[in-house]
């Protein structure tokens, strides 16, 4: 392994580590391996001299072996096809599948920084399909150094930018590159020999901007990167990610990323709030879902008033925000339609009227054109043009900018560059918590990324790369409390969601990638990935209540190391079924008088179980609050000795070695 050797050691270093590994992904551990590849002269040379990064923090980023193999591999191919005189042609270039939420954004970066370098590169384009993702991409790579990027506001400025000779990375959208290639016959740069990189390779790349590229620009090579390629079976059409850009050069797929923890596994939830429109909930024809009767069923007023209820009442648990001394996390909540954003706001809005503490909800949606998909489940792409929406979509959008407004202090409306500017600022809210719900259509879903976001609300269909993508919004690593990214849908995605999986993870299962079942983590499970054997909530209660059955008694160091190991291992069975439903209702069940029938009536009615189902949850050991007091303050009392006695404040004749213990004191606040 190897890490930043920073000054600044804020958190615990080992997190932080990087596994070295072959261009496979497979992870080289054996020492003398390691020594033979890692150490070789010109590895270390590469290492230090191209993939350390200092960003404008002057923090050091160190890329990871994935990273350097794809910026490797474009680099090769960008000398090979130079060599060959191999311009123009998909086999001239490739793309790199590298799966959301893996860091494309630093690779991309330094592959266009490093071919910038090339002598016989005159410039270096980075091209993205919407104009909010050009912001996003400008400001990411300003973070990686600062005066190395061009900006391109217009066409005119794009034009500007290729004429100048100062070795920077033109960043800029497809539409303002189509423009420029359509209204410019004869620019010098046509010529030369230049580098395109194309971010999420899919969309216009393949129509329009493709042809106008190879009739204008004589000596190109291009390469695009995806977490979602189209492949045959999820194309629309002939064109694949491959026929256009050309051959994988290098893939780490979410199967890898999972196993490297770099990103979280998914927890799908189906539900069917109101049972009279399951029908229409579980429908797979797009046909049939595309009917008028169908559509207006969705709308339902009934339909959207029960789904907007349960979100809030679930809201908290699945954020973790019960506990009071905890920050927990924030949501998305997709949406099929302008249309249904403007119910569920409405919904939210008359629910939340007489709280006092209601959640901040804010919406954006805008015109989607109803361009030409280039593969199945493709969210449609929404601009910034506001005014094209029909007059009552303006207006609604106007009145939910007011209410940010009123909100934050803020001067928003739906004109022009202020409904850019509310875009950036609601993105920004979002990244930072002050937005609790996020109710969108089509934007933010893609490209978007708010590590305090872990659950998805779904009320439309996905599919594919869409599904991917949306679901990747609740899977970064965030702290010890976010175990995986909540997925609460209100259609039946779960073929959909196989079919994604088999897709994107290369055959993978979806035990790899779908969080286990409630019933895995009560009785226990062996990890698909890992081929770890994991311990259930019963087994460690039961161990817990039988060995520890008065913590306050706990005295030698050997018994204060077992608990501890033990209690932790309690309090990440617990942190990951606070997801639950079913666990929440195990919860509510040990506050119920069961000799009062009222109050098992009541019970059982609010989380729709049988008799049957009661008695088998009452089966199951829980401890109560009061031991689960004790054993918490044992566990701090516990972490504060060895803080001390590894301080030198306390001694005891006793020595045990405590490195292989980690205090879970981020989930004691969950």
Known sequence: RYFANTTKRDKTSFDFTINWANSKNEAIKDIKDFTATFLAKNTLLSILSKYCIFDTNNTLLIMRPYQIAATERILWKINSSHN???YAKPEGGGFIWHTTGSGKTLTSFKAARLATQLEFIDKVFFVVDRKDLDYQTMKEYQKFSKDSVNGSASSAELKRNTQKDDGKIIVTTIQKLNNLMKNEDDLSIYQKEVVFIFDECHRSQFGE???????????????????????????????????????SLHEYVIVDAIRDEKVLKFKVDYNNVVPKFKSIETEKDE??????????????????????GYVLEKFHQKTHRLNASGKGFNAIFAVSSIEAAKLYYEAFKNLQSNKERALKIATIFSFSQNEEQDMVGEIADEGFEPEAMDVSSKEFLSGAINDYNAYFKTNFSVDGGSFQDYYRDLSERTKKQEIDLLLVVG???????APCLNTLFVDKNLRYHGLIQAYSRTNRIYGATKTFGNIVTFRDLEKATEDAITLFGKGSTKSVILEKSYKEYMDGFTDAVSGEARRGFV?????????????????????????VKLFGEYLRVENALQNYD??????????????????????????????????????????NARALQDYRGTYNDIREWLRKEKAGEEKEKERINWDDVVFEVDLLKS
Do not use: W
Request: charged letters at 30%; glycine letters at 4%; aromatic letters at 10%.
């Open 539 to 563: 087994d460690v209660v039961s161990e817990l209540e039988a060995k520890f059955p008065d913590p306050t008694k706990i005295e030698t160091q050997k018994d204060k190391k077992e608990f």
């Open 582 to 623: 079913e666990f929440v209702a195990l919860r509510a069940l040990q506050e119920v008088n069961l000799d009062d029938e009222k109050a098992v009536c009541e019970f059982r009615d609010k989380f729709g179980l049988s008799d049957e189902q009661i008695k088998e949850m009452q089966s199951i050991k829980v401890p």
């Open 287 to 308: 046909l049939k879902l595309s009917a008028a009767e169908n559509k207006s069923a969705f709308l339902h007023p009934e339909r959207i008033k029960e789904i907007s």
């Open 443 to 449: 934007m933010f879903l893609t490209g978007f990324d």
């Open 84 to 86: 060959a005189k191999c």
């Open 209 to 247: 901007a493709q042809k106008n590229l190879k009739k204008k620009f004589k000596k190109f090579y291009q390469f695009g990167f995806t977490g979602t390629p189209i492949f045959p079976q999820n194309a629309i059409g002939a064109e694949t990610t491959q026929s256009v850009f050309g051959s």
